[in-house]
Antibody
Framework: EVQLVESGGGLVQPGGSLRLSCAAS????????MNWVRQAPGKGLEWLSY????????YYADSVKGRFTISRDNAKNSVYLQMNSLRDEDTAVYYC??????????WGQGTLVTVSS | EIVLTQSPATLSLSPGERATLSCRAS??????LAWYQQKPGQAPRLLIY???NRATGIPARFSGSGSGTDFTLTISSLEPEDFAVYYC?????????FGGGTKVEIK
């Protein structure tokens, strides 16, 4: 069974940084691209970032480009999201999601990031 | 960026009724469209991909149709566990993005 477990969320002040982690199990992690998707409170879903299985290609949404960095460690079956220069509007639940050719076929339970002074 | 418009915003139905949800794209996405279900406090779950293919483990009462700009998710007979929010998502053009969602609520 595919399992994705996010961690690292919490309360951070505007302008601060946070690093999210997603630990994967139940599938051959090194063979799959991964994504981060977020959902602001009471709002819809927003795709943020994508990384290929080897990390050779990385893409970002315009809303986070230059502030967020996705990475992965296939030896640790983990994908990460480094978030810098956080803004109030980055407050959301952050999900990691396994790629199925640019669809998202497995999701973690999410981790809440709250940006507030 | 392609805009996905879902309608209606809310659908009020009773268990056993048929649900028909719409997703319209601002330009053609061919058949590159997926549907997700999200229940309160839970992560989304992939239901349908490539417009009409059910994901693993998804019951046959869920079906998808359409191509180009107009897509439909049909739930043939609503079960109590089907009351949730449904999102469409396109992967035809970069970036992949989602519609605003349709809430299916108990009438």
């Amino acid at each position: 069974e595919v399992q994705l477990v996010e961690s690292g969320g919490g309360l951070v002040q505007p302008g601060g940084s946070l690093r999210l982690s997603c630990a994967a199990s139940g599938f051959t992690f090194s063979s799959y691209s991964m994504n981060w998707v977020r959902q602001a409170p009471g709002k819809g879903l927003e795709w943020l970032s994508y990384i290929t299985s080897t990390g050779s290609a990385i893409y970002y949404a315009d809303s986070v480009k230059g502030r967020f960095t996705i990475s992965r460690d296939n030896a640790k079956n983990s994908v990460y999201l480094q978030m810098n220069s956080l803004r109030d509007e980055d407050t959301a639940v952050y999900y990691c999601a396994k790629s199925k050719t640019y669809y998202f076929d497995s999701w973690g339970q999410g981790t809440l990031v709250t940006v507030s002074s | 960026e392609i805009v996905l418009t879902q309608s209606p915003a809310t659908l009020s139905l009773s268990p056993g009724e048929r649900a028909t949800l719409s997703c319209r794209a601002s330009q053609s996405v061919s058949s590159s469209l997926a549907w997700y279900q999200q229940k309160p406090g839970q992560a989304p779950r992939l239901l349908i991909y490539d417009a009409s293919n059910r994901a693993t483990g998804i019951p046959a009462r869920f079906s998808g149709s359409g191509s180009g700009t107009d897509f439909t998710l049909t739930i043939s007979s609503l079960e109590p566990e089907d009351f949730a929010v449904y999102y469409c998502q396109q992967r035809s053009n970069w970036p992949p993005n989602f519609g605003g969602g349709t809430k299916v609520e108990i009438k």
